[in-house]
């Protein structure tokens, strides 16, 4: 089963500009995860927020989650070209945080 | 990337043939996982395991097999290869917080 689902699928901006990136889930949650994948690598952990959190910042990563909509967005900003790379969310479904559901994640391309 | 080895790195195979993949952790981290990557499908796990000869099924289990008679490694077997697993296949480990760190991936081209 599919449980994240991430909005857009691709997103090209201006290095310094903003990106944004969402995620919608279907089942309750313990907590949300996001990753970063660069081109042929493995998955990289950025950020982990707890069902009762709203809002959690990592440097220029601030990622909110709504519960209630059952959606989540990682805002990062003043992009750079190193932020080139694909983004995941990712869920527990509510089974521990051991077995994750991951999201078929946003290409991002920072131009320069 | 963690402490964590993938071999091989990559595989060409032919259908039919039995294949095994290892996945080596330095951390000494309870969990591991398998996971299989896909266009079009994100990352799915495969089995996962949460000690030494305890194991479970994840979400696309059917065709795979996975063993750990040691903390450190994870083996993921395919008895019978097909086209339908060519694919790109990751292990990650963790402990309790849910954050997981993933190996760096091995290609398998089932031909």
């Known amino acids: 089963s599919q449980q994240g689902e991430e909005d857009p699928q691709a997103l090209s901006i201006q290095e310094g500009e903003n990106a944004t990136m969402n995620c919608s889930y279907k089942t309750s949650i313990n907590n949300l995860q996001w990753y970063r994948q660069n081109s042929g690598r493995g998955l990289v952990h950025l950020i982990l927020i707890r069902s009762n959190e709203r809002e959690k910042h990592s440097g220029r990563l601030r990622v909110t989650l709504d519960t209630s909509k059952k959606s989540s967005s990682l805002l990062i900003t003043a992009s750079r070209a190193a932020d080139t790379a694909s983004y995941f969310c990712a869920t527990d479904e509510g089974q521990g945080a051991q077995k994750l559901v991951f999201g078929q994640g946003t290409r991002l391309t920072i131009n320069p | 990337d963690a402490g964590i080895t993938q071999s091989p790195r990559h595989k060409v195979t032919e259908t039919g043939t039995p294949v095994t993949l290892r996945c080596h952790q330095t951390e000494n981290h309870r969990y591991m996982y398998w996971y299989r990557q896909d266009p079009g499908h994100g990352l799915r796990l495969i089995h996962y395991s949460y000690g030494v000869k305890d194991t479970d099924k994840g979400e696309v289990s059917d065709g795979y097999s996975v063993s750990r008679s040691k903390t450190e490694d994870f083996l993921l077997t395919l008895e019978s290869a097909t086209s339908s697993q060519t694919s790109v296949y990751f292990c990650?480990?963790?402990?309790?917080?849910?954050?997981?760190?993933f190996g760096p991936g091995t290609r398998l081209t089932v031909l």
């Open positions: 990650a480990i963790s402990e309790w917080d849910g954050e997981q760190f």
